[in-house]
């Protein structure tokens, strides 16, 4: 795969999950009613972990997304680096995210789920992006 | 030695590795934020304390002092106003409805005979939704469902955590004024089942996705959903000023 088709994949990827993350911060901050066939989006977006000293988890998740599409726009070794760390902080945070619905809430939210796909999705291309690249600069020298 | 290591240029995989470290130190951080704000959130069990367990008691029955109960309502029976909670007792929101919004409608709407309050109780966070709403049910018929509610707001513990022990709840049936084992022992009674039935049967017709949600209108006519905005008093507040026209 070239850069530019990296870059379009990951550009949908986080335009996916900005969606999702926007739809939940949203919903936080209107009281609205998140359309869940389980019911367990409720039960995980009104727990105690559904924040961060006041701010909730899902507008960090659109924080990070829009880092990721904001990354894209950069020169382009920043940007893949940027990407990349944004996406493996994302991923690791969603792992222990999964962890506490399991153990601790006992309910999964189908969002956060759907979110936490995406972000690992990315982490993986940037991930080859970035390998990509130096493989072609180490060919270039 | 692989295709790979030989094309990569060693800078770059050090600034590969700085990515991922700089990534896990990020996960890291929101981790143990995430950890400690959870911690901070639980409300410690009445039992640890008993001079906690005492000062909310005391809330409690300040709170509730003089003000008529009917099984599931408080407030006076011909309140113009009626207000309806649907709500599980493990939800930490419902926790902060209940610390932070109720005592202000119960002084300012339901002790003057303004607003009755209806708690429809449903369990579906998990086992100690299920024990701890049990009791209160099982309390509303010695009318003391409301100081049980609330004081189990007050000792709410982490979810599923077995905080609804039979120790904790027996202490706030206690606490409450009743017979701990005869309230306990109610737990799987008729009334009980119909009570639960009963909730879920409205809940489902009112399209109750979450909790806590409210319905708010004129009492004896169908009651309209409130989505406040907040679970802060002023949204209540105004709802009810409205409905009784000041």
Redesign the interface.
């Known amino acids: 795969m070239n850069e530019r088709r990296y870059v379009a994949a990951t550009g949908a990827l986080a335009a996916l999950g900005a969606g999702i993350a926007g739809y939940l911060t949203f919903l936080h901050y209107?009281?609205g009613?998140?359309a869940?066939p389980t019911?367990g989006c409720?039960?995980v977006q009104?727990?105690?972990?559904a924040?961060?000293?006041g701010v909730p988890?899902a507008l960090?998740g659109l924080v990070a997304y829009a880092a990721i599409l904001a990354a894209l726009a950069w020169p382009r070794e920043a940007g893949r680096?940027l990407a990349?760390?944004?996406?493996?902080?994302?991923?690791?945070?969603s792992a222990?995210l999964i962890l506490?619905q399991a153990y601790?809430?006992?309910?999964f939210c189908l969002w956060c789920l759907a979110s936490d796909g995406v972000v690992t999705a990315i982490a993986a291309l940037a991930f080859l992006r970035?390998?990509a690249a130096?493989?072609h600069?180490?060919?270039a020298? | 030695m692989s295709r790979?290591r030989?094309?990569?240029?060693a800078h770059?995989?050090k600034?590969?590795l700085?990515?991922?470290a700089?990534?896990?130190?990020?996960?890291?951080a929101?981790?143990a934020?995430?950890l400690v704000?959870?911690r901070a959130?639980?409300p410690k069990p009445v039992a640890e304390t008993a001079s906690e367990a005492a000062a909310g008691t005391a809330e409690v029955s300040r709170l509730l002092s003089g003000i008529p109960q009917d099984g599931t309502f408080v407030g006076r029976p011909d309140a113009p106003v009626t207000l309806v909670e649907y709500a599980d007792l493990q939800?930490?929101?419902c926790a902060q409805w209940a610390r932070e919004t109720l005592p202000a409608l119960i002084r300012d709407y339901v002790r003057p005979g303004k607003l009755r309050i209806e708690f429809r109780g449903l369990a579906?966070?998990?086992p100690d939704s299920d024990s701890a709403l049990r009791t209160a049910l099982a309390a509303a018929a010695h009318d003391r469902l409301w100081h049980v509610v609330e004081l189990l707001y007050l000792n709410q513990g982490?979810?599923?955590s077995g905080w609804a022990s039979d120790e904790l709840l027996g202490g706030i049936l206690e606490a409450s004024g009743l017979d701990p084992a005869a309230v306990l022992g109610a737990r799987g009674s008729q009334e009980v089942e119909g009570l639960l039935l009963r909730a879920n049967t409205q809940a489902q017709a009112a399209r109750v996705?979450?909790?806590p949600s409210f319905q708010l209108g004129r009492t004896g006519e169908a009651l309209p959903p409130l989505?406040?905005?907040?679970?802060a008093p002023p949204p209540f507040r105004a709802a009810v000023e409205q409905l009784l026209g000041s």
């Open positions: 209107t009281d009613r998140i869940c019911g409720e039960t009104s727990s105690s972990y924040e961060l000293l988890v960090l680096w990349l760390s944004a996406a493996v902080a994302g991923t690791l945070f222990y506490v601790e809430i006992g309910a970035v390998r130096d493989r600069a180490g060919a020298r | 790979t030989t094309n990569v240029p770059s995989r600034r590969l700085l990515a991922l700089a990534g896990a130190l990020v996960a890291a929101l981790v934020t995430s704000n959870a959130e639980s939800c930490p929101y579906f966070i998990g982490a979810e599923n996705q979450g909790t989505t406040p905005h907040t679970l």
